[in-house]
């Protein structure tokens, strides 16, 4: 299969994007108002080269770290395929799905590698034998309990581009159980035909 790498992200050369970027800010603005938006889940989706890592990226390092100085709050990246270049060398609280586990399609090995590194940027107390329902249980218990009064954003970038078995999980053990709580919002990119 072919590789393409893509252009390191720089906050400077990124255009293009108010109507994307001002929807997250927008909903992120919103939910310190007595009245949360109904729907606090965004999907991005375009073609390849579109710029939806970008966006994600852009998000997530630059868009929202600002936001949340005027609004409390904290953002999550999830990267379902490997990042190139300068984004390859993780910021606080991204995860990059390993390329090892992209070949060898080993979802619950992936899912449980998301679930407890979640985990641990929250500080949850896991044990080693927990199942993925209740690392995915004690997950939402902390998002709920201790970012009550924060706005809490999770960027999933490229998941309509992973294997569907994968998608399932994801969405049976983190974004389901994320999308139930008032404080949460889900940004997914994605191209190609999205998960039912």
Same mark, same amino acid.
């Given at each position: ?77 999830? /990267?379902?395929? *490997? &990042? #190139?270049?300068?984004? %390859?060398? $993780?910021?606080? !609280?991204?995860?990059?799905?390993? @390329? ?27 044990? /080693?034998?927990? *199942? &993925? #329902?209740?690392?995915? %249980?004690? $997950?939402?218990? !902390?998002?709920?309990?201790?970012? @009550? ?38 940004? $997914? ?8």
């Amino acid at each position: 299969s072919e590789i393409t790498l893509l252009p390191t992200y720089a906050p400077e050369l990124f255009v293009d994007r108010e109507r994307e970027t001002a929807l997250v800010s927008g909903l992120v603005r919103q939910m310190v108002e007595p009245v949360r938006p109904a729907n606090r889940t965004v999907v991005f989706s375009g073609e390849r080269g579109s710029g939806k890592t970008w966006l994600a990226l852009h998000l997530k390092r630059t868009l929202l770290p600002a936001l949340f100085r005027e609004v409390p709050g904290r953002a999550f990246l999830i /990267a379902m395929f *490997s &990042l #190139s270049g300068a984004e %390859a060398r $993780l910021e606080t !609280d991204e995860w990059v799905r390993n @390329e090892a586990a992209i070949q060898s399609q080993q979802h619950e090995r992936t899912m449980r590698e998301i679930l407890e590194w979640f985990c641990q940027q929250l500080g949850t107390a896991i044990a /080693a034998d927990a *199942s &993925l #329902s209740e690392l995915s %249980a004690w $997950l939402a218990r !902390d998002v709920r309990n201790k970012y @009550e009064n924060k706005v809490f954003v999770l960027l999933v970038d490229s998941i309509f581009e992973t294997d569907w078995k994968l998608t399932a999980d994801l969405e049976k053990y983190l974004l389901r159980e994320l999308a139930a709580i008032p404080h949460v919002i889900i940004v $997914l990119t994605g191209r190609g035909r999205p998960y039912q």
